[in-house]
């Protein structure tokens, strides 16, 4: 997965909603995501993340899709 792409994706059954992108860089960067909120546009479920480093990303993804 390295230098890979992991789709972030509602991991609401039947939703799969992509989220956003992350191109993985290598480095196991910190991910300053805590506190950010987001919105469904699909299932409308709002969820808040938290912090993740790249690692976390790369080792709880499926076949390059993390569900959140
Ligand atoms: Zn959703």
Redesign the pocket.
């Known amino acids: 997965m390295e230098n890979g792409k992991i789709e972030i994706r509602?991991k609401?059954h039947n939703?799969?909603?992509l989220f956003m992108n992350y191109h993985v860089t290598g480095e196991n960067i910190e991910l300053n995501l805590q506190g950010i909120e987001l919105k469904?546009e699909?299932?409308k479920?709002v969820l808040r993340m938290k912090r993740y480093t790249e690692q976390m990303l790369v080792e709880c993804s499926a076949d390059g899709v993390f569900r959140i």
């Open positions: 509602c609401r939703c799969n909603r469904c699909k299932c479920r």
